[in-house]
């Protein structure tokens, strides 16, 4: 237990880590994501890595799949002709997936943090994209994907930790008197809501409740049951109809998904600060357990 007390100490909280990933990702020039145009195109991704694929690829007609998904997505899709991995690591099943795309005559490119992995390491330079990480408690992932995400939609990190700071974290004062938060993101940011229920997962497990909807789709009997103790935060709109606890938190203008990912996780941060440190306690035991897994 002293251990694992020891080791929670060190762990800095998600909102903390957003504002290290949005220092990080200022720091640099970002890669350019230019992938050969293709028939159709498969990509492989699994965790928060997939809702960070379907933004990468928003604007094109792609197949998604994770690791266990994709043998059975070539089948039934014989017009796929090109590929891409999203792997931070570069690592665990990465390696293989690359080797099977390129033994199946896929022109496959890697998404990564890790340009010197094993899948890296398969693939010609130019079908390697890197973007930068930075080291952080288990299952954060947060430098990792806002990396990728930022290649892609060139959102200024300066400006989005401006915002958190300045507009954001004066609102997040007094979440611990609540045991619900029900998550509301705008219609066009739907892709995010897979991230924020991971998230919430993650880092709180069945200690606190998280939901995450749009407006539109909160419409659809998601508020039947009513409870005071459940905070209904909308981003970037005002939240006119639901729950009997409500706050609006701001997105910059111009908001991208970056933006919204910035202003939920660092939200969720806030929530996670408010509370018993369960995931501090928790993570380097799971952290061991990991690295026991068959992979």
Known sequence: MHVACCYAAGVKNLDEVVLDALDLHASYALPKLKFKPTRKRLVVASGNALPTGKVVFKRESCVFADEGQFREVLKREPALDAAVVISASGKKHAPLVVEELLARGLDTCLLTCNGASDAAKLLPSDHVFVTKSKPEPITYNTSTYMGMMLAKTRENPRVIKAHLLRRVKPLLRHLKKYRAFYLMVPAEFDLMREMFITKFDELFGPKLLGRCYTEAQTFHAKTVVPWDKELFISFGFKNRHFG???????????????????????????IQAQFPPWFKRHAETYAQFQRNLPF
């Open 244 to 270: 009997l606890k409500r706050l609006t938190v701001p997105l910059p203008p111009n908001a991208g998904f970056v933006s919204l990912m910035a202003t939920g996780y660092y939200a969720i941060g806030h």
